[in-house]
Each structure stands twice: as structure tokens, then as C-alpha cells.
């Protein structure tokens, strides 16, 4: 069937240069999952690479189970030709082949070598459910921790005083949990600062200035007087206070001034630059406001990650995990311990990954560093060298934009640099050619290549000349 189709000798060489890394690009429907059969499928057959030592990473379930049924239809069919032997052997482990989702695969990871994974005996895995239920338990911990603690009680006040809620801090401890793995380096890099009124005196100093300018003004009734008292009241009370909480209701009393273009030329002399000098008092104000709340937010935001941090280590020690932390805990001990390493490269022999462009990027890091085994201990995956043939990878980059949230195209482009060689399929069985030429034409336009960021974007070819059958 490949000799037939355009990408034909690439369809040839997935299915047949198994020594290769591969990194096999291409749409949905053009037959990616398809020769990743083929491919295992030669691995199996052809060179007699026992099925329990391959690992294929699907994105869902189903797509695991559809990958395992297809595989057994091609084991069945072999099993009365010259490769029957190895055919019957690769059914008979193709029920506990490390066939399935990501998650599912660091599980096994932690599961074969939990002493070094510093995990106890028995582990519990929570679903989707289980974690929402946790976390509503930690956040009701949190939150009384956050309102007891005398060393927040100040950011949490201010930050309150300008609208933070504490439903913003629930999210905010949300995406730090679904995020912790990147806690350490991207929020606590920096001690939190402390928190403090920035220097309020050019602001006190402008409103005093507009204050003494009110005398200029022609008419008592003018609609911009009254706002010239007010910047001076403010000022004056400003100057007066001594707690940050009555500065801060101050700054925002200011900011929420409305100038605007109030005020009559002929009852000043400048009524320009009057309305112009308010305005700018009122942006100060609001800069000022902003840069309060951003110190308070950065030292709340680094309470709470420090807190989601111990969490996550709670959960490690009493074996509660929850998705994320199984990819984690999986990455952590791929990277720190070398024997562990050696083992998993001897234990899988060959890695797949299906529909790269979907899963969370800590898969990578956890395929090199297993196709690498013990040498595989460079701190960025980056730098590991993934021996030939070990690695092959199927993703789709238009898909990547929108569907898992820490996915993303930048690993992606990064790990199609980095390992083997890219083949492109073109071929579309799936779609019909108006829908195709109308697909082709608005990704061509649209898809331009951009260092880093953005894949070149391929034209799919059409298979099917008329209505689609189902597949
Ligand atoms: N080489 C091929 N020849 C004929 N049909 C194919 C071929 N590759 C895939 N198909 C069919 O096209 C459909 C999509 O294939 P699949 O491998 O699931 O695509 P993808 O993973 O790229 O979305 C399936 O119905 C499959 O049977
Ligand atoms: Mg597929």
C-alpha cells in the first residue's frame, strides 16, 4: 500500500529503519498511530525485540487500548507465518505490555523501584475526583493557616484592601499545585520581599501643588474644583498617616478620581494643563497602588507556593499521589539516581511516544533519560545523547495549541531538533479533499515557520477521492 501513496517511502521507512530515532510529524488521520503499529510490529516480528521490553505512550486510555487491539490483530496474523514463535510470544505479553498513558507509565516507574523513589510500600493513586476532594482539604488547611499567621497578616490585609479575595488565593494555590514541579524555580527563586509603601513624597508634593492652585480659579461652581479639594485633602491626610492600611485607602481614593475633561477654559487660566496635572496625580496614584499590591502578591504568592511545596512532599511520604506528582516523582528519580537509570534502560528497550504534541513535557525528559540509562544524568534533558534507534516519537504541532494545558510548542519544536531525524507524513486518510484544500490553504497562509515558536506547517494530501467510509 506505501509504494502507492506519495509519502510512501516514508510510511517504508517508520515501518522498517528501526535503528533510526524518528520523529514523525503530521496531521490528524494521516496514519501516525498506523505506523507506529508498524513500526512495533517489525520490532517485534522482524527483530525480535520482546514486546515486554517496549513502551508505548498513548495521550488517553482509549487510545492505548485502540493501540493494543490493533497491535494484536497484527500478532494474530503472524502467528501462522515463518515469525509464529515471536508472534505468540508478544500475545502472550501483550496483556501486561507497558502499553497506555503517561501517567500510567511514571506509575509503573515509581512502582518498580519505590525505595529509591522515596515512596512507602504501598502507594494510592488518586483519580481526578480524589484530587479535587484533596485539595478542597488542603485549601480549608490553608486558608486558616493564612489567617492565623501574623507574618501575612499585612500583605493579606493591603492585598485585601485593593480586592484581593481570598477565592483569587484558592486559585492561585490551584495552579501552584498543578504546577509545583516548576515552584522551586520560577516563584521561590527569590526570597519575598518585604512589603513597603513605596515613597509617597512627589505624589504629597503634586497634590499640595494642585491644592494651592484652586485660588486661580474663576468660578466657585466650576465642575473641576471640586476635584482640585479633594487631591488636596488627600495629599494632606496622606501625609498625615502613619499605617499603611489608611495610606493605601488614600492612594485608592486618589485613583478613582475621575478628571476627564471637566472644568471651563474661561474659568482658568490653563485649564489644559490643570486637567492634565489631575490626571497625572490620579495615574501616580494608581501606579502606586499597583506597585503595593504587586509586593503583597509576590509575598503571598510565595507563602502559599512554599506551602503547596510541603504538600506535595506530604503526599510523596504517605504515598497519596495525586496524576501530576506520579510524573514528578518519576522525573526526579530518572534524574538523580543513575542505577535506577540503568535498570529502566535495560527494562525498556524502546520507547514510543504517540501523540507527542498533547502530553505534559516531563514526558521527554523521562524517555531520554531512560533511552540514555546510566550516562543520562546531564541537569537538562537537553544534554542528554539519546542512543540511535531507541526513541521514536509521532506528533501532530498544529493539535499542540490548544489541548493539554502544559504542553507546548516550544518543547516540542525543541525535541524534534534535538532527537533523530524528522519524517513528515502527508498523506490524509481521514479527510475529504474540500475540506482538505480548505484546510491546506488556511494553515499555509496562516502557518508561517518562526524560530522556536511555530512549525512549518506541511500540506496534507487526500486518500479518499469521495465520502469518507468509516474507518
Ligand atoms: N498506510 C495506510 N494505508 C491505509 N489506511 C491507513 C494507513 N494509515 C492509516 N490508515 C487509516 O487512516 C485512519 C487514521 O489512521 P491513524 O493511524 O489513526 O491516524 P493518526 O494517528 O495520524 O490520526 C485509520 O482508519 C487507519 O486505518
Ligand atoms: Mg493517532
Not at 280 to 309: K, N, T, Y
Amino acid at each position: 500500500m506505501s509504494e502507492q501513496l506519495l509519502d510512501g517511502p516514508a510510511r517504508d521507512r517508520i515501518k522498517t529503519d528501526t535503528d533510526a530515532t524518528l520523529f514523525v510529524e503530521a496531521g490528524a488521520g494521516s496514519g501516525k498511530t498506523h505506523a507506529l503499529v508498524d513500526r512495533v510490529t517489525t520490532l517485534v516480528l522482524r527483530d525480535g525485540v520482546p514486546l515486554r521490553t517496549i513502551a508505548a505512550v498513548t495521550f488517553t486510555e482509549k487510545a492505548g487500548a485502540e493501540l493494543r487491539d490493533r497491535l494484536r490483530v497484527e500478532f494474530e496474523k503472524a502467528r501462522k507465518g515463518p515469525a509464529g514463535p515471536l508472534a505468540d510470544e508478544a500475545l502472550d505479553d501483550l496483556d501486561s505490555a507497558s502499553i497506555g498513558t503517561l501517567h500510567a507509565f511514571a506509575q509503573q516507574l515509581l512502582l518498580a523501584h519505590p525505595i529509591e523513589a522515596g515512596l512507602p510500600p504501598l502507594i494510592d493513586v488518586l483519580d481526578e475526583v480524589g484530587s479535587s476532594v484533596a485539595f478542597e482539604e488542603r485549601w480549608a488547611e490553608l486558608q486558616q493557616q493564612l489567617l492565623d499567621d501574623d507574618s501575612i497578616a499585612e500583605p493579606l490585609l493591603l492585598a485585601m484592601a485593593v480586592g484581593v479575595e481570598l477565592k483569587h488565593l484558592r486559585s492561585l494555590a490551584r495552579l501552584f499545585g498543578n504546577d509545583w514541579d516548576l515552584i522551586d524555580e520560577r516563584v521561590l527563586v527569590d526570597p519575598p520581599e518585604l512589603v513597603a509603601m513605596p515613597d509617597l513624597t512627589g505624589l504629597i508634593a503634586a497634590a499640595a501643588q494642585l491644592g494651592g492652585a484652586v485660588d486661580s480659579c474663576r468660578d466657585p461652581e466650576d465642575r473641576l474644583l471640586p476635584k482640585l479639594h479633594a487631591i488636596r485633602d488627600l495629599g494632606v491626610m496622606l501625609e498625615a498617616a502613619t499605617d499603611q492600611e489608611s495610606q493605601l485607602s488614600y492612594l485608592q481614593a486618589l485613583r478613582g478620581l475621575k478628571v476627564g475633561k471637566i472644568g471651563r477654559k474661561e474659568n482658568w487660566p490653563d485649564v489644559a494643563k490643570m486637567r492634565s496635572d489631575c490626571a497625572e496625580v490620579v495615574e501616580v496614584a494608581g501606579s502606586l497602588v499597583e506597585l503595593l499590591l504587586d509586593a503583597c502578591l509576590r509575598h503571598l504568592s510565595h507563602w502559599i507556593a512554599e506551602r503547596v511545596l510541603e504538600s506535595a512532599e506530604v503526599r510523596r511520604a504517605e504515598g497519596r499521589l495525586e496524576f501530576h506528582d506520579l510524573l514528578v516523582l518519576a522525573r526526579n528519580l530518572l534524574r538523580r539516581d543513575a542505577s535506577v537509570r540503568s535498570a529502566l534502560h535495560e527494562r525498556y528497550e524502546r520507547l514510543l511516544l504517540d501523540e507527542f504534541q498533547d502530553t505534559d513535557p516531563i514526558q521527554i525528559e523521562l524517555a531520554v533519560r531512560i533511552a540514555a540509562g546510566a550516562d543520562g544524568d546531564a541537569p537538562d534533558w537537553q544534554d542528554v545523547e539519546v542512543p540511535d534507534g531507541r526513541l521514536f516519537v509521532v506528533g501532530d504541532p498544529k493539535q499542540s495549541i490548544y489541548r493539554f494545558r502544559r504542553a507546548n510548542i516550544a518543547t516540542y519544536l525543541t525535541a524534534q531538533d534535538l532527537l533523530g531525524e524528522t519524517v513528515t507524513l502527508t498523506t490524509n486518510f481521514r479527510t475529504v479533499p474540500p475540506v482538505l484544500d480548505w484546510i491546506n490553504h488556511v494553515f499555509s497562509t496562516l502557518i508561517q515557520p518562526q524560530e522556536a515558536a511555530q512549525p512549518t506547517y506541511h500540506a496534507l494530501t487526500p486518500h479518499r477521492t469521495t465520502t469518507p467510509t468509516t474507518a
